[in-house]
Every structure is written in structure tokens, then in C-alpha cells.
């Protein structure tokens, strides 16, 4: 079943639906929207209206949805059992240092109730207090459901918390999207899950998960460096300005999650420009391990980069071939993101193994939480 999405307030974990809903079988539901699923209690009111659901704010937040986007709504038939001890990993995005953070918060940890309280939440699972600029994963719960591996949060019943920060070694980034004719494909199947499953097209799937990178990426610091790039057959970079002297630059401090943001508008914007061009991923990886080489050089720390592509080239050289011939010794490595169905996800997965790296085919919109695990994954390797 499907809902339109309307933020709520902080609802104490609940959300609700019309009294005419129909199909709502059990009182506990997955919500699903692209690639975030929360679970939640539901409850009818009669002051919704049909085919709305109202969302507990923080839930909201945490399926990154807006008002009037369709949330499906599937039925969970296990006892989701109430938590009695929870580790949670804390991430500041704003580049502190993320163990000073937890000390802050250790020190204060019953005003957070107000964020815990109501929710269930699952291993793995990381929301966003915004308003502090820290996130929270979820390492481990106890007791837990055996399938859904979720539990309840009652604050009064919590017995035991254990805060951790997740440090990871600062790492250079550079992202690297098409933004050719072939990302116009709607080829990536979305709600997975769900019975009438639909697609979106490759640029969509792309935008979706920069998003996810966005509010998931662990690796945000003073010391790292950004460069964004996307390409057709020609290179357009990310060009932000230096705070000091006010000029063009094509890289930039790794901040906080509004660099991440402000790149994937940008990446949108060039669509109109691109969507007819052919793709020349050759030139495009060749001019990111050029930025890659440059930072990499001057500071000494590893650079990922994350290349968006269908793998297709129909301008240019052989990007496996350009990938051989530039990488170089430095500590470079590459995550290829193969998108859609019909991805040449071999020649992705052959850019990958000469960059050192790893290749994800996005297939499904589901494999988005995959794409950020491997690149905090890949920053916090030292090989």
C-alpha cells in the first residue's frame, strides 16, 4: 500500500492514517521510500485524510521524503520486542572531532530522550539530529526481533548506553558523474520490495544516492579535500570559491554534508546541458586521477574517487585502458557505480580492479545503502 507522506510533529514514534485505510492488517509497518525503510507503529485518526499517512517528525527525517511523496507502507507480523541496551556510534558533520563529541554527549545523555524516545530503530540504522549536526548509527540492540532486527526504544526501559565515535582517517574525495544521453535510461527499479514495482531513470537513481552520501558519509573533515566533476564527452568540474581570496577553485575542504549537497544540485542542473552528448568516460577518469594525483601529492592522504557511470563510451579511448595508464602510485582507489539494469557493468568492474577498487551495479534503488557503506568502508581502510 501506498500513502502520501505529510510531516508531523514529534508524534512519540507514531504515525497516522485515515480510518478509512484499508489493507492495514497489522498495527507495526515498514515505511519505505527509495532506499530508506523505518519501522513504526500506526495508528487511524479521523483528522487524516485518505491516502495520507501523518509521520512522526524524526521519521520523516529519516526517509529523507517530502510532503506528498508516496511512502509504501508493508505490514510486519513479528512482536518488535522493547530495547534494553543500545550502542550507538556518533558522527559529528560538521568536522569535529567526532570523540570530543561523545563526551559532550555522555555528559548531557538525558536530553537526548526527547530524540530516542518512541522509535524503533534497527542495527545499522543512522538518523540525523540536524539541529546539532551529529548522527547516530546503530551498532547493537538488545533484545532484538530475529528477523526485522529492530527493537523498540522505550527511554525508561533503557538500561544500558554505550556511545562509541566512528573515526575514520581522513581521506580525499573526488565524485565523478554522467550526465550523458545514457543517463536518461529508466532502467533502475525502484520499491524493490513491492509488488508493482516502477523505474526511474539512471540520473534519478544518481541523484538519490548523492543524497544518501550526503547524510551517510562518515568521513567529513577540515583536513580532506573535495573535487566534483561530471561529464559527456567533455568535463564540467564543481567550481566553489575560496573563502580567503574570493577566486574559482576546483577543489575544496571536505567539510560538512552541505558540500555533498550543494554538488548534487549542481549535477542536476547540468543535466539540460549534457542530455543529448555522447559519453567519454575515458576523459573523465582521466582528468579525476589527474585531481586525485594533485591532492593526494601535496597532502599526503589517500584519495577515494566514485565514478557514476552506465559504462558505456561512445566518445573517446578505452576507459579500463585510461584507468591502466594514469593511476600511478599514489594511494588512489576507485569505486565504480554501475547504474541501471542494463549497465556495461563489465567494463566497470575492469575501471575498478586497475583503480584498486570496488564495483556496486545500482541496479535497484535498494543498493543505494550499499554505495555509502563502501565508500566509509573505503576511507576507513589503510589499503
Keep these: 500500500m501506498k500513502l502520501r507522506a505529510k510531516r508531523g510533529r514529534n508524534q512519540q514514534g507514531l504515525c497516522f492514517v485515515s480510518t478509512d485505510t484499508s489493507n492495514l492488517s497489522t498495527t507495526t509497518c515498514e515505511l519505505v521510500y527509495n532506499s530508506n525503510s523505518v519501522f513504526s507503529d500506526i495508528r487511524d485518526s479521523t483528522k487524516v485524510p485518505k491516502g495520507t499517512i501523518v509521520l512522526d517528525a524524526r521519521i520523516y527525517d529519516m526517509l529523507h521524503c517530502s510532503d506528498e511523496d508516496e511512502i509504501s507502507v508493508i505490514g510486519v507480523a513479528d512482536k518488535i520486542p522493547t530495547c534494553t541496551e543500545i550502542h550507538l556510534d556518533i558522527v559529528s558533520k560538521r568536522g569535529l572531532q567526532n570523540h570530543a563529541v561523545v563526551q559532550a554527549v555522555s555528559q548531557r545523555i538525558d536530553d537526548f530522550q526527547e530524540h530516542f524516545e518512541g522509535l524503533i530503530l534497527k542495527t545499522r540504522q543512522e538518523f540525523m539530529i540536524s539541529d546539532l549536526g551529529i548522527s547516530f548509527m546503530v551498532r547493537f540492540l538488545s ?203 563489465d567494463i566497470m568492474d575492469a575501471i575498478a580492479k586497475e583503480g584498486n577498487g570496488l564495483s556496486i551495479h545500482m541496479s535497484t534503488t535498494d543498493k543505494m545503502d550499499l554505495v555509502v557503506d563502501a565508500i566509509n568502508d573505503m576511507i576507513s581502510s589503510k589499503g
Excluded at 575544496?252 to 548534487?264: D, E, F, K, N, Q
Excluded at 552528448?277 to 592522504?301: C, D, F, T, Y
Design 143 to 345: 533484545p532484538t526481533d530475529s528477523v526485522t532486527r529492530a527493537a523498540r526504544i522505550s527511554w525508561k526501559n533503557l538500561l544500558k548506553i554505550h556511545l562509541g565515535a566512528l573515526e575514520s582517517q581522513s581521506s580525499n574525495l573526488c565524485i565523478i558523474v554522467e550526465v550523458a544521453a545514457a543517463t536518461q535510461v529508466a532502467d533502475v527499479r525502484s520499491n524493490v520490495d513491492i509488488e508493482d514495482d516502477s523505474y526511474i531513470s539512471r540520473h534519478e537513481a544518481i541523484l538519490h544516492c548523492l543524497e544518501a552520501i550526503e547524510m551517510k558519509f562518515s568521513g567529513y573533515s577540515n583536513d580532506a579535500q573535495f573535487a566534483g566533476i561530471v561529464f559527456s564527452d567533455k568535463v564540467l568540474p564543481f567550481i566553489t570559491f575560496n573563502s580567503y581570496t574570493g577566486e574559482e577553485a576546483e577543489t575544496t575542504s571536505l567539510h560538512s554534508s552541505s558540500l555533498i549537497g550543494a554538488y548534487r544540485k549542481w549535477v542536476n542542473t547540468t543535466l539540460g546541458e549534457f542530455s543529448n552528448s555522447p559519453s567519454n568516460p575515458g576523459i573523465a577518469l582521466e582528468r579525476g586521477l589527474e585531481i586525485a594525483h594533485m591532492l593526494s601529492g601535496a597532502q599526503g592522504l589517500p584519495t577515494a574517487i566514485i565514478f557514476f557511470s552506465s559504462g558505456f563510451y561512445s566518445a573517446g579511448q578505452n576507459p579500463v585502458k585510461v584507468t591502466r595508464k594514469n593511476l600511478g602510485d599514489r594511494a588512489i582507489r576507485i569505486l565504480c557505480i554501475s547504474v541501471g539494469e542494463d549497465s556495461a557493468t
